[in-house]
């Protein structure tokens, strides 16, 4: 069996494939759904489908966990990761896509619960930070190659969905050289307090740190759903917006262990504030120079650079306020609220793309991140 080095480079690994296959997935599906005349609402409504399924799996992974420890839940996450992207190519109907959208999200939620809690329970409070934001960095680093999948349409369609199909089964593979291990436990928490118990005593501790959650999740589903359909309809060329979606992910992977370092240092409060400003302001500018490809390029960098950190920072702002026995509930709830902003993302934004057709698609993204802006802001209470 591998080390805890070895151990911890392999869950990252998986951690990047996922991130990859739901990077490429998202813009895909949309830009194959726009091209055969699918109205944006029913577009943004579908692309709805991947955050459903991680609603689905949340509420009953826990226990499972608490059970067959950390392997098995990983194990079967990646396999209905596999078998998803592998059916894909064999009927293009939109009841069946949606279906494996589900699916594909049940199987990610797995993945990422597993690795996620793994890994916040091994870091020490001291290297946290730098450990999530690996963590963040990585799968930011699969988010970003993975529209790039969408150049492979020209040559052919079910050819994106074989590529990440293999590099998935090959990451997957892996892990049936870790050891399995189990998350901690308190004897007398989980005797008296059910699963419902335990949530409800989660977030009255820790709902602050489940805002950067939804926030990145509402990010990363309106930008790799809603804007392909928003781009090309004020004029961009399909390539022209898979090689600028990515930009959001790649911008980054450049902060992320910095300000990962950072909220180290100088609380995950403080560092959170100040990221949500800045990407604010590179999202009110995106909408003022939304004609021109090289602003966005430059746009949507910084922005990543900025706000592309936010789950990482909540991850770790939500362990450092809750004690080790609600860490699995924690990093659920975490997971919830994501998918809660990566649902609102595609819906409000497919239905803001249709009812305000004169109005820049990335105001809607401004006033979601100054509301949250504002809740973490009038928490006052700083962790470090």
């Known amino acids: 069996m591998v080390s805890a080095k070895t151990r911890f480079w392999i869950l990252i690994a998986l951690v990047t494939i996922s991130g990859f296959s739901q990077g490429m997935l998202l813009p895909l599906l949309s830009i194959i ?6 109205p944006s609402s029913v577009n943004g409504l579908h692309a709805t489908g991947l955050y459903i399924g991680v609603l689905i799996a949340s509420p009953f992974m826990e226990k499972p966990m608490q059970r067959f420890g950390f392997k098995p839940i990983i194990i079967v996450g990646g396999m ?50 730098r450990s999530i934001a690996y963590y963040g960095m990585f799968f930011g ?6 529209p790039l999948m969408t150049q492979l349409l020209a ?15 090959l990451v997957w593979s892996s892990m049936l050289f870790v050891r399995n291990k189990w998350p901690e436990r308190d004897i007398d928490t989980v005797s008296t307090t059910n699963s419902i118990g335990r949530f409800l005593q989660t977030g009255k501790i820790a709902w602050v740190a489940l805002l950067p959650g939804f ?7 309106s930008l790799h759903s ?3 359909i928003y781009g090309i309809r004020i004029g961009h060329d399909v390539g022209m917006l898979s090689l600028i979606i990515p930009c959001f992910a790649a911008g980054s992977l450049i902060t992320q262990l910095p300000l990962g370092m950072l909220s180290d240092r100088f609380g995950r409060r403080t560092i959170l504030l100040f990221v949500l400003t800045a990407g604010t302001a590179c999202f009110a ?15 949507f960098t910084l922005a990543g650079m900025f706000v592309g950190s936010l789950f990482s920072l909540g991850i770790s702002y939500m362990t450092d306020l809750l004690p080790g026995n609600l860490l699995p509930a924690g990093n659920l709830m975490v997971g919830i609220t994501f998918s809660l902003g990566s649902i609102s993302g595609p819906l409000l934004g497919g239905w803001y793309v249709e009812l305000f057709p004169g109005i820049s698609f990335f105001y809607l993204i401004v006033a979601v991140l100054v509301i949250i802006i504002v809740a973490i802001y009038f928490k006052q209470k700083a962790v470090f």
């Open 141 to 146: 680093l699969g988010f970003a190659l993975g």
């Open 285 to 299: 500018l995106a909408a003022a120079l939304e004609s021109s490809v090289v602003a966005l390029f430059i746009l």
């Open 33 to 38: 759904l726009e091209q055969n005349g699918v």
């Open 80 to 129: 209905l990761v596999f078998i998803s992207l592998t059916l894909f190519p064999l009927w293009e109907a939109l009841w069946f896509w949606f279906i494996l959208r589900v699916t594909v999200g049940i199987g990610d939620q797995m993945l990422h619960f597993g690795t996620q809690t793994w890994i916040t329970t091994a870091a020490t409070k001291e290297t946290r930070g």
């Open 155 to 169: 040559v052919n369609e079910a050819l994106p969905f074989i590529v990440s199909a293999i590099l998935s089964i």
């Open 215 to 221: 926030g990145y999740g509402f990010l990363e589903a």
């Open 226 to 228: 809603i804007f392909p």
